[in-house]
């Protein structure tokens, strides 16, 4: 390798593909790894280096690693060995070798059992430069093959999810990046989008697919309880503690715990998660004993958790671990195009389970397409559920529809005058919640299945409405 500075330019990220992608270079040279870790990160890559294959297995085994630079002049069994050792580890990864000059025959061989590319020593910046942008375009076109295979598969959307609207598709790319990482990624979105399912998406579409998914609703968890939920517990360290219990955390190994509704976390019990994400290990309650872990943390919440740091409701080193990587899921209004397509969904699947098939009138529909959905694609599908089981025929009518979405207006106003009439759609979710929970004779509880949100969720907004009074 030339000993060449390297130019102010490539210090800036050239292309975009690069993002979220993972390389680990391989070489017992100090300087080597050193040059070729800074030409990476220039680019955009995340980059781990290794002085060794045994140390290069023991990061394949934490880290999601898409590509890796491996040079085969390493100490002990050789780099030909590492290489069908890190394509049994993992197969999914591309691996360039690095080879001395004057024997191609070597990575002749190693093209054989598996590399993408070589490269040859002495090489240039610009030949590295060149080299892991060719890797990152393939690595891009595997990863958009993917979800076009995805795709095709639903005909909807992307990992089970359904939508085609704009938003979306601009959704399905970030989840398609965030699978290929192994960063923390914080899902922001209201109730009733479907924090969950992208979650799962990202678990199931990344390399660590196999290997368990954790959800945790820490929402609907009884505070104290959360603590042993997650680290576990010992024989005795409670009352009715009679056996010892693994955490969440430990059970989910080599695999992805998703924190539902973390911001309802206490902020002492948020001290120690932030400890176990630093310190990559937990301590269940009553014991003395740290047990390592190796998870991948997803998090959501519909709260503006920003605003929690500033109020001191959620510690903001806590907020920087998990925000890692962020994308916001859009609520149902603002992506209307998709209500056909989710209703066609929902019934579908309905008329599937009930061996009766049912259609909306045009009326309905037109009144579902103007309904503001507060319970987003939550409250989508309950509605139809309900009306599904309710309607004794084949054609569901407004008048079959619940009494929140019978009272709304079929069509926009379509003058200034009328522009009076228009209720903010935060007086609007009042009314709805409000007026179900009266007419379930005041079972909150079933109102927010109805409403499809969170028992949490509810309970908090009941208290805003309360201290609006």
Not at 237 to 261: N, R, W
Not at 405 to 412: D, K, N, V
Request: aromatic share 6%.
């Amino acid at each position: 390798m030339t000993s060449a500075a390297i130019s102010p330019a490539l210090r800036t990220p050239q292309i975009e593909a690069a993002n979220f992608l993972n390389l680990l270079i391989v070489d017992d040279e100090r300087s080597i790894r050193d040059a070729c870790r800074e030409v990476a990160q220039s680019l955009g890559f995340t980059a781990y280096v290794a002085d060794s294959a045994e140390h290069a297995y023991r990061l394949l085994q934490m880290q999601s690693i898409d590509a890796v630079l491996l040079d085969l002049r390493l100490p002990g069994a050789g780099g030909l060995e590492a290489l069908r050792q890190i394509k049994g580890q993992r197969p999914e990864s591309l691996i360039v070798v690095v080879t001395g000059y004057g024997t191609v025959q070597s990575a002749v061989q190693a093209m054989k059992s598996g590399a993408y590319d070589y490269v040859t020593k002495p090489f240039s910046m610009d030949e590295l430069k060149l080299l892991l942008e060719r890797v990152s375009s393939h690595l891009k076109l595997k990863t958009e093959n993917r979800m076009l295979r995805e795709k095709i598969k639903s005909k909807q959307g992307f990992g089970g999810i359904v939508g085609r609207a704009p938003e979306m598709e601009k959704l399905y790319r970030i989840i398609a990046k965030a699978a290929n990482s192994s960063h923390p990624v914080l899902i922001l979105g209201e109730s009733g989008t479907g924090k969950e399912m992208v979650a799962r998406s990202i678990h199931y579409s990344g390399p660590f697919r196999d290997k368990p998914f954790i959800p945790v609703d820490c929402g609907s968890l009884v505070p104290t309880l959360i603590e042993s939920e997650l680290f576990g517990y010992v024989k005795g360290a409670f009352t009715g503690a009679s056996q010892s219990k693994d955490g969440l955390l430990a059970i989910a190994e080599g695999g992805t715990v998703f924190l539902d509704e973390v911001g309802e976390l206490p902020v002492d019990l948020q001290a120690k998660l932030l400890r176990a994400i630093q310190e990559k290990e937990i301590r269940p309650v009553g014991s003395t004993r740290r047990i390592p872990i190796n998870v991948r943390l997803l998090a959501a919440t519909n709260r503006d958790l920003e605003q929690a740091v500033m109020e001191g409701a959620f510690r903001r080193d806590l907020y920087f671990r998990l925000n890692v990587l962020s994308l916001r899921i859009p609520p149902l209004r603002e992506r209307r195009e998709d209500i056909p397509l989710l209703i066609a969904h929902f019934l579908e699947r309905l008329a599937r389970s009930a061996a009766l098939e049912k259609t909306l009138s045009d009326e309905a529909l037109k009144t579902m397409l103007a309904y503001d959905w507060p319970g987003n694609v939550r409250e989508l599908e309950n509605c139809l559920e309900r009306t599904y089981a309710f309607t004794s025929g084949p054609l569901i009518h407004v008048t079959d529809l619940p009494p929140a979405l019978a009272r709304t207006p079929g069509s926009a106003p379509t003058n200034g005058h009328s522009l009076q009439k228009i209720i903010p759609i935060a007086e609007l979710e009042k009314q709805t919640i409000l007026n179900a929970i009266a007419e379930l004779n005041g079972d909150k509880l079933q109102a927010a299945r109805m409403l499809g949100i969170g028992k949490t969720t509810l309970y908090r907004k009941l208290k805003d409405y309360s201290s609006q009074a």
